[in-house]
């Protein structure tokens, strides 16, 4: 019986002594819990997905300066009108650039340059349809265009007739061709501008 208390006890005290060892060897090499790698991949905090605003901005539209080639510069306003229908910036320039295209005209034809000022009355007549959604904006009216064209075609007439009557033959000629250039189908001044080439033709004979 005491034999086997004192061998209980023997392995009692071995089993302390291992617990102690072990514990003391941990503290030398300086191994803890709070070294045992960690994932933390696992622990990345999870971030919500920025809200995006759902208005977009508006494009920027390329506004052209108001050159000589009214037409194109025309074509370029309704283009972008077409898709930019409410853009009031936008519709505000292209009234401003036919009102600046009517000053100019008028600026011609107070030069007496009828041929280019009759061009530009042109244009603005035949486009004037396309104005109708800023017509309030601008500084004239239908009437005022076509009474500007109507003068500026008789002056041409006239003065290619009185240059003709004058013997001016390249004079007349050039204020017709600039006449028909706005009405092709004027016959009148058709006939004229062949009679004046053919007499041209037939003084460079002799």
């Given at each position: ?80 009108q077409a898709k930019y229908p409410y853009d009031q910036t936008l519709t505000k320039d292209y009234a401003r650039n036919v009102d600046e295209m009517k000053d100019a005209a008028d600026q011609e034809?107070e030069k007496e340059k009828y041929t280019s000022a009759c061009k530009t009355y042109s244009i603005l007549a035949k486009n004037y349809s396309a104005f109708k959604t800023f017509v309030h904006m ?69």
């Amino acid at each position: 019986m005491n034999y086997f208390h004192t061998t209980r006890r023997f392995f009692t005290v071995m089993i302390f002594l291992a617990l102690i060892f072990t514990g003391c060897a941990q503290m030398k090499t300086g191994t803890s819990s709070s070294n045992i790698p960690v994932d933390r991949a696992a622990h990345k905090p999870v971030l919500e997905p920025s809200k995006q605003t759902s208005a977009q901005e508006s494009i920027p539209i390329k506004r052209p300066h108001v050159t000589g080639d009214y037409q194109k510069t025309i074509d370029f306003y309704k283009s972008e009108q077409a898709k930019y229908p409410y853009d009031q910036t936008l519709t505000k320039d292209y009234a401003r650039n036919v009102d600046e295209m009517k000053d100019a005209a008028d600026q011609e034809y107070e030069k007496e340059k009828y041929t280019s000022a009759c061009k530009t009355y042109s244009i603005l007549a035949k486009n004037y349809s396309a104005f109708k959604t800023f017509v309030h904006m601008l500084s004239f009216n239908r009437s005022d265009i076509n009474k500007k064209l109507n003068d500026c075609k008789s002056i041409l007439s006239k003065k290619g007739f009185q240059e003709y009557r004058e013997g001016n033959l390249n004079e007349a000629i050039a204020l017709w061709q600039g006449y028909l250039t706005i009405d092709p189908n004027n016959a009148d001044i058709r006939k004229a501008v062949n009679t004046a080439t053919l007499q041209q033709k037939n003084l460079q004979k002799k």
